[in-house]
């Protein structure tokens, strides 16, 4: 969340300030040597109508002057606070508000001094003049202290990003200027800006992200509804695997999800999806991200949105499974009749955690589709130790290069959490592979292209000639597994 730089305060040179001082005394002294006092203002009387003397330009220099060091000096006052301390900050535009007031107060001391030389009528003519500005200019005074309050108690900066509650609803914002009176607002979802009072802004409800002591983002949250009967606990759980999923994408998302049910409307459960994502991004597509996976994984596990009797059905058939998977899998060139025919001779099986599902350098000839669950696939590094290099979820498949070519299994594959399994064996997808020649160079090009796109670091032709090569080797394979 990167911020922009804040503004710094305009001061000349620490030399070049100790020089403007020594020019002061200077002056001081030329003055002195004409009329034995080092103020200008005393000997000088603009109110008789006569034209400015030399001596009178140099008493108003001396006021101006003097308005300029007092201003400098308070810059690089302003300059070496921020540099030295770490909590407080005094902002660039209350050294601008205190500058005008500066020159405004001295250039009214000058005009008074110059031109009547009574105390009283410079305290009534100061008094007055504030009241009547406070009065005129209340308004926007008070969006400037607002400002003010805002900038000195570090409260947000440009670039930082809120979370603001309005009317019940929670939106991401960007701070994208703070102006003397207003502060400019970007909302995330659509780009919009709001150009907000500052005294306004104040009485908002928000947290500001971007000050939190850790890596925090936006959190978020979407409610859905289903009729799941009984199997609300089910649902929850193939939902936490959905944010499991799309969490683990940590330059998108942080390390908090959850899941529960919150309430029951005639049959129907409504369960609550929370996470944390970066708050630059898009609450409706990470929303559409999360349900997206969480539809997909409610599919593989067989569990229809649809409503049926007031309920889900529970007993779900390995053909029902089957129908609900193979597209996500090696099966997809099937006919759904194929896939119909297949299904009669797999079996569902239920695997606990911790089961270690396929080893590496066995030779198998069957393949695992996840219906609910989570697997992990398991190498050796260099120092013998096991280290997890995927993790597969609903929907995804393993062991489809042993099914089809009896290959020996590239790696170990272990159950994370209680899964069901599709289990389909060289057996069962037979019959259909030597009735269909068409299957088989189909099923050789998805293997193929899934070889290919594990290469993340070749171009397009590369990979194109990798799909080529790996095809007829691949489809060689098949046919002599199937064939011979």
């Not at 889900?312 to 899998?329: A, G, P, V, W």
């Not at 670091?457 to 007829?472: G, H, Q, S, V």
Request: net charge neutral; charged share 25%; hydrophobic share 40%.
């Amino acid at each position: 969340m990167a911020q922009k730089p804040e503004p710094k305060i305009a001061a000349l040179p620490r030399t070049a300030v100790i020089a403007i001082i020594a020019l002061n005394f200077i002056l001081m002294g030329i003055i002195y040597y004409h009329t034995d006092s080092p103020w200008g203002w005393t000997t000088s009387d603009l109110s008789n109508g006569q034209s400015l003397r030399k001596f009178d330009y140099l008493s108003i220099l001396q006021l101006l002057l003097f308005s300029f060091t007092i201003d400098q000096l308070l810059r690089r006052a302003a300059l070496n606070f921020n540099s030295l301390s770490q909590e407080r900050h005094i902002p660039r535009l209350i050294i601008q508000v205190v500058s005008v007031l500066i020159y405004g107060f001295i250039s009214l001391i000058g005009f008074i001094l110059l031109y009547d030389h009574h105390l009283n009528n410079l305290i009534a003519a100061t008094s007055g003049i504030g009241i009547g500005a406070l009065l005129v200019f209340k308004d926007s005074i008070s969006q400037v202290l607002g400002s003010v309050q805002l900038q000195m108690d570090k409260l947000v900066h440009s670039g930082d990003y809120l979370q603001i509650s309005e009317d019940g609803k929670s939106q991401t914002y960007q701070v994208m200027d703070m102006a003397q009176r207003y502060i400019t607002l970007r909302l995330v979802d659509d780009d919009y800006l709001r150009i907000i009072p500052n005294t306004k802004f104040l009485g908002f409800n928000y947290v500001n992200i971007s000050k939190q002591g850790k890596k925090r983002g936006t959190r978020r949250s979407f409610s859905i509804e289903l009729f799941s009967g009984l199997q609300a606990d089910k649902v929850v759980e193939i939902f936490l695997y959905a944010l499991k999923k799309v969490t683990a994408n940590k330059e998108k998302y942080m390390d908090f999800y959850a899941c529960s049910a919150v309430s029951v409307k005639e049959g129907a459960v409504e369960y609550k999806l929370e996470y944390e994502s970066i708050s630059e991004l898009n609450t409706n597509d990470t929303n559409s991200e999360i349900l997206l996976t969480a539809l997909r994984f409610l599919k593989a596990a067989s569990i229809k949105i649809e409503v049926h009797n007031n309920h889900l059905l529970e007993d779900i058939d390995n053909t029902k499974r089957l129908l609900n998977l193979y597209e996500l899998s090696i099966l997809q060139p099937l006919k759904k009749t194929e896939v119909v025919e297949v299904a009669k001779s797999i079996k569902t099986i239920y695997v606990r955690p911790g089961t270690h599902l396929i080893k590496k350098g066995e030779v198998e000839d069957s393949m695992y589709l996840i219906s609910e669950g989570v697997l992990e696939v398991s190498i050796l590094n260099k120092d013998g130790n096991p280290m997890v290099v995927a993790t597969l979820w609903p929907g995804d498949c393993v062991g489809e290069m042993s099914l089809l070519t009896g290959a020996p299994r590239s790696a170990d594959v272990y159950v994370k959490n209680r899964a069901i399994l599709v289990e389909i064996k060289k057996e069962d997808i037979e019959p259909i592979l030597k009735m269909n020649g068409e299957v088989i160079e189909r099923m050789s090009t998805l293997l193929a292209e899934r070889l290919a796109h594990n290469e993340k670091f070749l171009n397009n032709e590369d990979k194109n000639k990798m799909i080529d090569e790996n095809k007829k080797r691949i489809l060689e394979k098949i046919i002599d597994f199937f064939f011979h």
